[in-house]
């Protein structure tokens, strides 16, 4: 052999060592984290063994002998499925991503510090009167620290990626959470600021419009209430949120919950669902797991990943559920600077000095990044965040004040009545739910839990003058006079984020409820039959049929046949599908495209000529915004926005506007979906894809598989089964049902759950997007709860021991 063919020769082994370690490196890399599910581990800490049953999903069912134990080892098994998505979790919470990412999340870290949660959670903390919580949340605390001590070479991959180590945790990240889920769950950040804007570019014609008509919502959540004892457009700003929807840690959109009495039931027993709709990513933004102390504790549901606590599920008495108020607890203030020292702002006469916030921000890679906020009485100045131009802007948000939803999720975990639920209400204040309830003693409520604020004067709904004092708040309303539903007469309870109450109740609670279509079907389903099952409450989470079609098809189908002689034969296979429709919003269907990708096309005709690029773009990503005007223009047949303004010379009518959209999503839909509208179908058009915050690396997402999709997606976000899509980007699937949850008091052992994701966050994990394939199809796994069944159906059991 010559020297040539040797030097070769070499270097062609040299390459496949390097190729054979890397790649046993990377298996090494995805697997090193994954926990041992059976055998025995020694726990420091305990004072006795805690016995953790995984069942074939990987679902831990954990009990201990004591309540401290129990949250010791919480903490432990949570961070062996969940410690990268915690600490991300933590670092959004802290504002401190861009440590990890980079600059790109200077301007959201900014932001998240504004919010000052950790300096309220720390106040709640102190504040916290009962030592058991602050016990609970220490052990959970020293439950992952061990983990994360015992694991320092074996950490999860995100880890090694991103070339960093977990700090240890603390008790007040675990109260930073509540913070997050307040700030996440607000209505008017996202809205008003964008109708100022309109207001200012278009005038008051323009922006009357496009302001809900709450007065014409006629189905309320309590319907038998039982008392009450032109600048740069938000660049920034939009820029700061929209990466948190990347990495999967915006958590609203919205959800369903309602409960039949037992003369409703065919169990005659009360039957309870749930579904909250949140960011569809992966990991899930839910935990499941199941917490046994007898005689003590004994509860089962979701838990937020990072706190211990039982967030939605049931005790051996009590299930409850929630969904968005909605309600408005902000109000924005335009500030009055000194001209002479705009170091201070008028307030009643007087000139008081801005409170400065200054935030050095660590950034990978490069020297820190100094930011100054300014507040005053009212908040953090916004204005850059939201692109006001010159307008000095200050946030009163109610999330800035002390609340105590951590000590209330506790007391749901204990209740045992109605009274004692209610007790564990009157802690949501910043995270502002209606929480429906049911006992195994046959009662059925609903409870609005929100702080509502009392105004001097105003709605919130517009910018208001800072400096007067008039629209300064005078409080809440007190829990007692917030609207609750017991044992109604017609035998069920149901929201699905629509209007509070009828026009009796006196204050303001929100403009911004979501449309009557979820709740009018979900109250259709539950009329429909004399007794209802679990069966009917799993169709219920997974029905496709509009109620919106119903209140949009006719006036389209009317159109269409007043042109029919102009109709192209593409135009006239699209009637035909409408015409032949039944509603329903089926992924294999060809009319859900047509009339969803109608809707999407009359929204870009009716507002894109006037607002332009920028503007409209903003409108669109607040996507109730849109919602709102579409829905009051086709009820009043018409309005100032229908006109295109391109068009000289020539009004628009409605009818003319919906012709000109029908004509353009035909068009439109044969360029992307083939020419034969027979071959269009809504799954090709309307996906799910479950993205990891990695994964948007391709290189990572083939080596570590983070990404799974994209599957063809049944509904949208006017069905009960909600598929949503920003309008912005349509038709990626964004938001759904974050879990379904149906529990039988007559029998907790048959009741039934399901995630869209999975019980890890570890890709390499057989329970990692386990349970997506079942979810689509709208299947349930069963829940057990009685330790006797958890202990047969156990999969894999692991003793976790206080000694060697």
């Given at each position: 052999m010559g020297l040539k063919h040797k030097v070769v020769w070499i270097v062609f082994v040299l390459v496949l060592i390097v190729a054979v370690s890397g790649v046993f490196y990377l298996n090494r890399l995805k697997r090193q984290a994954l926990p041992p599910l059976e055998g025995e581990i020694v726990l420091t800490g305990l004072e006795n063994p805690v016995t953790v049953y995984r069942d074939e999903w990987g679902v831990p069912t954990l009990v201990a002998q004591s309540e401290r134990d129990i949250y010791l080892a919480v903490g432990y098994v949570m961070a062996s499925d969940r410690l990268w998505q915690m600490d991300l979790l933590r670092r959004v919470t802290q504002g401190r991503l861009s440590e990890i990412f980079g600059k790109d999340l200077v301007e959201t870290d900014l932001l998240m510090r504004t919010l000052r949660m950790t300096e309220k959670s720390l106040k709640i903390l102190d504040s916290t009167e009962n030592p058991d919580i602050l016990t609970a949340l220490e052990a959970f605390s020293a439950g992952v620290n061990t983990y994360i001590e015992a694991h320092q070479d074996k950490l999860p991959p995100e880890f090694v990626i991103l070339g960093y180590e977990p700090e240890p945790w603390k008790p007040v990240h675990s109260a930073n959470l509540i913070g997050y889920m307040a700030w996440d769950l607000t209505m008017?950040?996202?809205?008003?600021?964008?109708?100022?804007?309109?207001?200012?570019?278009?005038?008051?014609?323009?922006?009357?419009?496009?302001?809900?008509?709450?007065?014409?919502?006629?189905?309320?959540?309590?319907?038998?209430?039982?008392?009450?004892?032109?600048?740069?457009?938000?660049?920034?700003?939009?820029?700061?949120?929209?990466?948190?929807?990347?990495?999967?840690?915006?958590?609203?959109?919205?959800?369903?919950?309602?409960?039949?009495?037992?003369?409703?039931?065919?169990?005659?027993?009360?039957?309870?669902?749930?579904?909250?709709?949140?960011?569809l990513s992966s990991p899930g933004i839910w935990y499941p797991m199941h917490q046994v102390v007898p005689g003590r504790l004994h509860v089962s549901g979701v838990v937020l990943p990072g706190q211990p606590f039982v967030v939605a599920g049931h005790n051996e008495r009590v299930a409850w559920g929630m969904t968005n108020v909605m309600v408005d607890d902000m109000d924005f203030y335009l500030e009055k600077v000194s001209d002479e020292n705009p170091g201070f702002y008028e307030y009643q006469g007087e000139w008081k000095a801005f409170e400065i916030q200054k935030e050095t921000i660590p950034v990978k890679g490069q020297e820190p990044v100094e930011k100054t906020v300014l507040f005053t009485h009212h908040g953090p100045v916004i204005s850059d965040f939201k692109g006001t131009g010159e307008d000095v802007i200050t946030m009163r948000w109610l999330g800035y004040d002390i609340s105590r939803e951590l000590e209330g999720v506790y007391a749901l975990n204990r209740a045992n009545n109605w009274h004692d639920f209610r007790e564990a209400a009157k802690g949501f204040i910043a995270v502002?739910?209606?929480?429906?309830?049911?006992?195994?003693?046959?009662?059925?409520?609903?409870?609005?839990?929100?702080?509502?604020?009392?105004?001097?004067?105003?709605?919130?709904?517009?910018?208001?003058?800072?400096?007067?004092?008039?629209?300064?708040?005078?409080?809440?309303?007190?829990?007692?006079?917030?609207?609750?539903?017991?044992?109604?007469?017609?035998?069920?309870?149901?929201?699905?984020?629509?209007?509070?109450?009828?026009?009796?109740?006196?204050?303001?609670?929100?403009?911004?409820?979501?449309?009557?279509?979820?709740?009018?079907?979900?109250?259709?389903?539950?009329?429909?039959?004399?007794?209802?099952?679990?069966?009917?409450?799993?169709?219920?989470?997974?029905?496709?049929?509009?109620?919106?079609?119903?209140?949009?098809?006719?006036?389209?189908?009317?159109?269409?046949?007043?042109?029919?002689?102009?109709?192209?034969?593409?135009?006239?296979?699209?009637?035909?599908?409408?015409?032949?429709?039944?509603?329903?919003?089926?992924?294999?269907?060809?009319?859900?495209?047509?009339?969803?990708?109608?809707?999407?096309?009359?929204?870009?005709?009716?507002?894109?000529?006037?607002?332009?690029?920028?503007?409209?773009?903003?409108?669109?990503?607040?996507?109730?915004?849109?919602?709102?005007?579409?829905?009051?223009?086709?009820?009043?047949?018409?309005?100032?926005?229908?006109?295109?303004?391109?068009?000289?010379?020539?009004?628009?009518?409605?009818?003319?506007?919906?012709?000109?959209?029908?004509?353009?999503?035909?068009?439109?839909l044969g360029r992307k979906l083939g020419k034969d509208p027979e071959s269009w179908e809504w799954g090709k058009l309307h996906t799910l894809t479950l993205s990891h915050p990695l994964g948007s690396v391709k290189m990572l997402d083939r080596v570590f598989h983070l990404n799974r999709g994209p599957y063809p997606a049944p509904g949208s976000f006017h069905t009960v089964c909600p598929y949503a899509y920003s309008l912005a980007n349509p038709y990626h699937v964004n938001h759904g049902a974050s879990h379904r949850h149906i529990y039988n008091l007559a029998d907790w052992d048959k009741s039934y759950v399901i995630l869209p994701t999975g019980t890890s966050g570890n890709p390499a994990s057989p329970f990692y997007l386990d349970q997506t394939e079942m979810y689509l199809k709208g299947d349930y796994r069963q829940d057990f709860f009685s330790v006797d069944r958890v202990k047969?159906?156990?999969k894999y059991v692991l003793i976790l021991q206080n000694k060697q």
């Open positions: 008017p950040y996202s809205a008003e600021i964008i109708l100022h804007k309109i207001r200012q570019k278009l005038g008051d014609d323009y922006f009357r419009e496009l302001i809900p008509d709450i007065t014409g919502q006629h189905a309320v959540v309590h319907e038998e209430l039982s008392g009450a004892d032109l600048p740069d457009i938000g660049a920034v700003f939009q820029k700061a949120t929209q990466k948190l929807d990347q990495l999967g840690a915006v958590v609203f959109h919205g959800s369903n919950n309602w409960v039949a009495g037992p003369e409703k039931s065919e169990s005659g027993a009360p039957l309870f669902a749930n579904d909250m709709h949140l960011g502002s739910q209606n929480i429906a309830y049911a006992d195994v003693d046959g009662n059925i409520g609903l409870q609005t839990c929100a702080g509502i604020p009392v105004r001097k004067k105003g709605d919130g709904l517009m910018i208001v003058p800072g400096w007067t004092g008039e629209y300064e708040w005078e409080g809440i309303v007190p829990f007692e006079e917030r609207p609750y539903s017991l044992n109604p007469l017609k035998g069920t309870v149901s929201s699905a984020n629509n209007k509070t109450t009828d026009k009796a109740y006196p204050y303001h609670i929100s403009y911004w409820y979501a449309l009557h279509y979820r709740i009018e079907r979900i109250r259709e389903m539950l009329n429909n039959k004399e007794k209802l099952t679990p069966r009917d409450f799993m169709r219920m989470h997974t029905d496709y049929q509009s109620a919106m079609v119903q209140d949009f098809l006719p006036g389209l189908l009317q159109v269409i046949h007043d042109h029919r002689e102009e109709l192209s034969p593409a135009e006239a296979g699209a009637l035909n599908l409408l015409r032949t429709w039944s509603g329903s919003m089926e992924a294999h269907e060809a009319a859900p495209a047509v009339f969803d990708h109608f809707y999407v096309t009359f929204v870009r005709n009716l507002f894109h000529d006037e607002m332009g690029d920028s503007l409209f773009t903003e409108y669109t990503r607040s996507s109730y915004l849109s919602r709102y005007a579409v829905d009051k223009i086709w009820e009043n047949h018409g309005g100032i926005w229908v006109d295109d303004i391109d068009t000289k010379g020539t009004e628009e009518s409605l009818e003319d506007m919906i012709w000109v959209t029908f004509q353009d999503l035909v068009a439109d047969e159906s156990a």
